[in-house]
């Protein structure tokens, strides 16, 4: 087939790839074919023939939505039968729209309105009432409105074919053709309102915005989601220092035009009442609001109490540190060098959710035999890149739910490119539906089929048998899965908590047996797990994943820092809440973070100075001494990192008064304790960043447009050992969100998220 | 929430499911069926279909509420559904259905409170040449009377009620093809199928032709789409790809519902082993193995005649594996609709045999390439297939011969409206309309004046007297200005209103578009209801302009050609009769009203 066709559009001439729609082909070209129901991404309806144009030879106008191109193509979309048409088509359709446009949440931003305004149709010529139904709620999110449906059907498709939900569907026939939901009166359903975003015009409204504004009073600011981890951005509409909503309108940045829930609606814990605007100080047993001044100086002092805090013994150390995977980077990586320059350790830990330590290692390892290889490094896949593969393998997690956009770019692979999904699961997940071949098994066995898969003997039988959902699994059925998976090119590995340590090792192994460029994702929780990890908030590894047992990265950084640093790791998180109950660490400092979550805040009361910096008064912060209130995500500048090792940037959209930016209070508590902690500003900490961390001297230009560059902190030299520390998933799912998640009305309100049940067993 | 099926519904199921490769195109006469056997489709039997058949209940009640025939309340024990589409209407159903009303005391869509009669006006049911006609449930009670009604009313529940069974009619001037067996004793049966030809034509293609000399001698014929859309069948056939990694169909169009067509009918009640043979050498043709008859939802005792006849082709070795010794396998099963025209336009069809909303396809591709299932389909009208096994067994130069160039054969004509004897008749490709009118349909009732003609079923442009003199082909009466469609011809007299004919008219079409695309959903609706107010003496002058004009906008921009269909009858009724319009803007009832009504009373 040639590269290009040939064709005539309005007198000019376009070179268009074979296959290209001519709707898409003139848009390309600059030149406007309107349309409802065509959706790049979505299946052809040639439902609302907006889109007709003539063209040459053809009896009659044809929809270009439907029409791909052809050498020689003469095409007019000017003419006067064109016009008619649209014209026409625009006064079929106000016929039965309630023109009530200025108290319509779409007013300003209506596809329908635009085209009117450009294509005509302002007067009415019918003489009948118009259809009135009343409007419908059918969730705490979404509200429909029938007569201003104008049945494009995107709502539908984006919910089935995108969503694989297929909670919308079109009842009756002909003039009474209407949306419906799928429960009768009720949606039961993701609640991702995508249906709403799609809508072109005011028909699904969403029930956290509508009446709230006119569009051109809002402000809009793109940022970062702060929920999972994959760093979705989301355009909150800011008003009078209040986020009413969040979108993606512009179709910009890694997910497009995809949200779900969360990163919808999920911004609403900002404004709880039960948000702690003022530090809070333990006296006589109580917590007890207080200044910032007091609250920094009674750290300080205590810390400075403290005893040879520069020369702890690791038998009973004096500070441990507990950092957040949803603070940002420049907070990570000022936190970690906190603890180590300040504080003088390196008890530094997070709550880890991927392993990514073992990933980088085992990467670096690969890299570092393989050295020379082209395309050595790029070993880590991009989000993106999934909807674009020609394979992928899951193990573990549940991206559905726990990572919907990877799930989403997993479904477009699998619905527009052909992608073959392969998964190895011990649950019945959803994206089971899109696979290609399944190898269910018991949890717990994914090693062991991972290390089938890399050809170690003795592994068949430990798989075999019947799983406890009843699935037989056969020597045949292993091997077609692995003979299949190994025969194919380019294959984006993805995995979640179930593979940790040496088994990634194992992963990395297996997968550099596949043919092609075998690439890697690992999902990690929580909107900067891997920034957390990146910017090492880890007891070995100092940012970028140096050992801080490697003298010549230590110095690199003591060199920067002009300070001595500990060469021994510090302790895990789990170590050092033990050490707590038994008395044995002077101090500990969380950021962020919520270890105590499922324990019991009694048995560390008192045993430790403990500080915690968080948005609410969570079960550690209960137990603490002093509660410092910090600023979220959207209240802050700085990038995050997400599952991919996607780095984007964070704007600030409002500023709840009372609490502060986890960087602002770590200055002013190393200004306490007469130190310095340079630099402050966020943007001046990122250069810090570029230049110390390893992957993280990307080109600044995308970042500033609002896109993402891909951070590859492999350095080709770490060692793969097995490492301390726990790594595992908070389960979250789209209804719950760590802490944040408990203080969000919209995540509370929806009754999916009381119903959600994990998928059965296979 | 779930029921258990009857043990019959359970058979059903279990018989339906072995018939398609596709789990899902059971659904519709499943749903149809349950409905039968439960007298409406409640929540559970709703939510145990869908589980049966891996569907969601929405995507369940999506199919449900496109069908008409389907319901989700109770319906009386006797279903009454007057048609009042145009052939009835013509006949004075409008009265006949004023008086129901009347005589049961309930209204549209009502039922006694006894809960024996309920009362639905219904669009065409196929009794055109009858008019005007009931079915009371699945049974055909025609030339409806107000006395006749009122008998029924006692009878049916008495169990005296004798439904009918449509005649064929005869004149001197027919040319017996497809009809030549009908008036022969147990004319549906096998046995007097083989006594007269039956299967001689399968047995010499499968034993002396090749497939593509089927096709050939098929082209050779000139039989072109007796559906309507007139395309040459033999080039439909040729399009079919010779290789397919997916197997191919064949699939009868027997969803007969053009307003004023009534003569697949009589093919499937009168010879239904001619049909099934057609199919036969369809798919030896095309070679393809499997075949479906989609038969609409209302036809059911014909579904039951094509189920007896598909029985004892398979027990005499007609269908099924290796027939006639030659290897050549065809399976063929009916397939029931539930209620809807839109069906009748073949990837709306097709879309309804696979178990979903009658809704068309994009195309290209064209079934023949991308039909049911995905394979390459052929899809035929019933009449078209019916006329094969003549051709291939007298040739296809003869059949050509019996019509006009380019317009081979004979077909089925339907007079319905104000002829003195309505009825089908088999007349040959080409014959004059002037000659039908007068001859073969005895006239205009009552002597009266004959003010216009729909040639080819409610669709189609009206004709006036200046083109009585077209012969009654293909591309005659394109000629002149119209079109040939399923060969009904809808005759009116001068007390026909026209506005109303025209309102009549949209009223189907806006009840029967599938609402897919913007102008014929909105199109179809609001041109119903302008000339609705228009009728009923509310028009506006602009009004005249404003309806030309609304058709004109959906004419060659709907989705499928259901939108055209609805526009080319109202441009032509606007443009040929807008001194009826003018008379209507005196603010008064429509001039002729309650003239159609004192026909009936008057018979």
Redesign the interface.
């Known amino acids: 087939m040639a590269d290009s066709v040939n064709i005539t559009v309005d007198g000019r001439s376009l070179q268009v790839r074979p296959g290209t729609l001519l709707i898409e082909a003139c848009r390309a070209a600059g030149i406007e074919v309107p349309s409802f129901c065509y959706y790049p991404g979505l299946s052809?309806?040639?439902?609302?023939?907006m889109c007709?144009v003539e063209i040459e030879k053809a009896p009659?106008?044809q929809t270009s939505c439907?029409v791909p191109v052809a050498e020689g193509m003469v095409v007019r979309t000017a003419t006067p039968p064109v016009v008619?048409?649209r014209r026409?088509?625009l006064?079929?359709?106000l016929?039965?729209h309630p023109l009530d446009c200025p108290v319509c949440d779409k007013g300003g931003e209506c596809e329908l309105q635009d085209m009117v305004f450009r294509y005509g149709a302002a007067e009415s010529?019918?003489?009948?009432e118009k259809r009135h139904i009343p409007e419908q709620q059918w969730s705490p999110v979404v509200y429909f409105d029938a007569p201003r449906c104008?049945?494009c059907y995107r709502c539908v498709r984006v919910c089935g074919e995108g969503l694989d939900v297929?909670?919308?569907?079109?009842?009756?026939?002909?003039?009474?053709?209407e949306n419906?939901?799928?429960?009768g009166d009720h949606l039961e359903c993701e609640e991702c309102g995508m249906c709403i975003d799609i809508c072109p015009v005011g028909a699904l409204t969403s029930g956290a915005y509508r009446y709230k504004a006119r569009p051109w009073e809002i402000n809009y600011v793109s940022t970062i989601c702060t929920h999972c981890g994959d760093g979705c951005k989301t355009t909150l509409s800011v008003r009078n220092n209040t986020i009413l909503r969040g979108n993606n309108r512009d179709h910009s940045g890694i997910n497009g035009e995809f949200l779900c829930i969360k990163g919808r609606y999920a911004y609403d814990f900002i404004e709880h009442p039960e948000r702690l605007r003022h530090p809070l100080v333990r006296k006589t047993g109580q917590l007890v609001e207080t200044s910032w001044e007091e609250a920094i100086r009674m750290v300080a002092s205590r810390w400075k109490e403290i005893p040879d805090h520069q020369n702890e013994s690791a038998s009973s150390p004096a500070f441990g540190v507990i950092g957040s995977n949803h603070t940002t980077n420049e907070d990570n990586y000022a936190l970690q060098k906190f603890a180590r320059v300040i504080l003088g350790t390196n008890n530094i830990d997070h709550h880890r959710t991927a392993d990514f330590p073992a990933l980088i290692a085992a990467l670096s390892a690969q890299q570092h035999a393989a050295a020379g290889v082209p395309d050595g490094p790029a070993c880590l896949a991009r989000s993106r890149d999934l909807a674009h593969a020609a394979a992928i393998l899951l193990i573990g997690n549940n991206p559905t739910v726990q990572h919907p956009l990877i799930a989403w770019n997993i479904r477009e692979g699998c619905r527009l490119r052909g992608t073959r999904l392969y998964v190895i699961h011990s649950q019945q997940i959803p994206l089971l539906r899109q696979s290609f071949r399944f190898l269910p098994l018991r949890a717990g066995q994914e090693v062991d089929a991972l290390a089938y898969l890399a050809g170690e003997l003795g592994r068949e039988e430990k798989l075999l048998g019947r799983t406890p959902g009843g699935r037989e699994i056969t020597s045949e059925s292993l091997l077609d899965f692995r003979n299949r998976l190994l025969a194919e090119k380019d294959v984006i590995v993805v995995f979640g908590d179930e593979i940790t340590g040496q088994a990634v090792s194992l992963l990395v192994r297996m997968g550099s047996q596949l043919p092609g460029h075998t690439r890697y994702l690992g999902l990690s929780d929580y909107s900067n797990s891997r920034g957390a990890a990146d910017m090492g908030l880890l007891p070995h590894l100092l940012p970028g994943y140096c050992a801080i047992t490697d003298p010549l990265a230590r110095s690199r950084f003591e060199e920067q820092w002009k300070s001595k640093l500990l060469a021994q790791p510090g302790w895990t998180a789990e170590e050092m809440l033990a050490a707590i109950r038994d008395g044995r660490l002077g101090s500990l400092y969380v950021v962020g973070a919520n270890p105590l979550k499922k324990q019991d805040p009694l048995e560390y009361r008192g045993k430790t100075f403990l500080v915690v910096q968080d948005l609410f008064l969570h079960e550690t912060a209960q137990a603490a001494d002093v509660v410092l209130p910090a600023a979220c995500a959207y209240e802050k500048t700085g990038t995050v990192t997400n599952t991919c090792g996607e780095l984007q940037r964070l704007r600030k959209a409002m500023q709840v008064l009372g609490p502060r930016s986890d960087l602002e209070i770590f200055g002013h508590l190393a200004k306490a304790m007469d130190a310095q902690l340079q630099p402050s500003r966020p943007d001046e900490v990122f250069e810090e960043i570029r230049q110390l961390v390893s992957g993280y001297n990307v080109p600044l230009s995308q970042l500033m447009a609002g896109e993402a560059e891909l951070a590859m902190p492999i350095n080709g030299f770490l060692s793969p050992s097995e490492f301390p520390g726990n790594v595992s998933s908070s389960q979250d799912h789209l209804f719950t969100s760590g802490t944040l998640g408990r203080y969000s009305q919209t995540l509370n309100i929806v009754p999916e998220g009381k119903t959600y049940k994990p998928p059965d067993p296979c | 929430m779930s029921a258990q099926f009857t043990l019959k519904l359970e058979e059903k199921f279990s018989t339906l499911l072995s018939r398609y490769p596709v789990k899902r195109s059971v659904l519709v006469p499943m749903l149809l069926f349950a409905q039968d056997e439960y007298g409406f489709l409640n929540q559970e039997i709703v939510a145990e279909i869908a589980r049966r058949l891996g569907l969601t209940v929405l995507d369940v009640e999506g199919v449900i509420s496109y069908y008409s025939m389907l319901r989700k309340k109770p319906a009386g024990r006797y279903h009454l559904q007057i048609c009042t589409n145009i052939s009835c209407m013509l006949r004075g159903a409008n009265s006949l259905f004023e008086h129901a009303q009347q005589k049961l005391g309930v209204g549209p869509g009502e039922a006694t409170p006894d809960g024996l009669f309920s009362l639905e006006e219904v669009e065409c049911i196929g009794a055109c040449s009858w008019a005007p006609a009931l079915q009371a449930n699945y049974d055909f009670y025609h030339a409806v009377t107000l006395e006749r009604f009122d008998q029924l009313l006692s009878d049916l529940p008495a169990g005296r009620a004798v439904p009918d069974t449509p005649p064929m009619s005869h004149t001197e001037h027919e040319v017996q093809v497809l009809t030549r067996r009908f008036d022969l004793p147990n004319a549906a049966s096998i046995d007097t199928y083989l006594a007269h030809d039956g299967y001689r034509a399968l047995e010499k293609a499968l034993r002396q032709m090749t497939p593509d000399s089927v096709i050939e001698e098929v082209k050779q014929s000139n039989l072109r789409g007796r559906g309507g859309a007139g395309f040459p069948a033999g080039m439909k056939w040729s399009f079919v790809p010779k290789q397919s990694s997916k197997p191919k169909y064949i699939v009868c169009n027997a969803d007969e519902s053009e307003p004023g067509t009534c003569k697949d009918r009589l093919l499937m009640q009168n010879d239904p082993h001619q049909l099934i043979e057609g199919i036969l050498l369809a798919g030896f043709a095309v070679s393809a193995h499997q075949g479906y008859i989609y038969v609409r939802g209302e036809y059911r005792y014909l579904i039951e005649i094509l189920d007896r006849a598909l029985e004892e082709a398979y027990a005499r070795g007609y269908l099924g594996k290796n027939i006639l010794g030659t290897g050549f396998d065809f399976d063929l099963a009916t397939h029931t609709g539930a209620g809807a025209y839109e069906c009748g336009e073949e990837s709306a069809l097709l879309e309804s045999l696979e178990g979903k909303r009658g809704i068309p396809r994009i195309r290209p591709p064209f079934p023949a390439v991308v039909g049911l299932y995905g394979g390459p389909t052929v899809l035929n009208n019933v009449e078209t297939f019916c006329s094969v096994p003549s051709i291939i067994l007298n040739g296809g130069q003869w059949y050509a011969s019996l019509g006009t160039p380019r317009n081979g054969g004979t077909r089925l004509f339907v007079l319905s409206g104000h002829v003195n004897r309505p009825g089908v008749y088999e007349l040959p490709m080409g014959f004059p309309l002037r000659k039908m009118i007068e001859e073969v349909g005895g006239g205009i009732v009552g002597g009266k004046q004959f003010k216009a003609v729909i040639p080819g079923g409610s669709s189609t442009p009206v004709l006036t007297a200046d083109a009585l003199d077209t012969p009654m082909d293909f591309d005659s009466v394109a000629k002149a200005g119209s079109m040939l469609g399923s060969g009904a011809v809808i005759v009116m007299h001068e007390d026909t209103c026209m506005v109303e004919a025209a309102l009549r008219i949209m009223k189907f079409y806006a009840h029967e578009s599938c609402g897919w695309c913007i102008p014929c959903r909105e199109g179809t609706s609001w041109l119903k209801k302008t000339l609705d107010r228009f009728h009923s003496g509310g028009g506006r002058r602009e009004d005249i302009r404003l309806i030309e004009e609304l058709a004109k906008n959906m004419l060659g921009k709907t989705f499928c050609p259901l939108g055209d269909a609805a526009a080319m009858p109202t441009i032509s009724i606007v443009q040929k009769f807008r001194d009826e319009f003018e008379q209507h803007l005196t603010g008064q009832a429509c001039p002729l009203e309650g003239r159609l009504e004192l026909e009936l009373a008057s018979e």
């Open positions: 052809l309806q040639a439902a609302c023939r007709l009659k106008l439907t008619e048409a026409s088509m006064e079929f359709l016929g039965n010529r019918f003489a009948e104008i049945l297929h909670a919308l569907g079109i009842v009756n026939r002909g003039g009474h053709s419906a939901p799928n429960h």
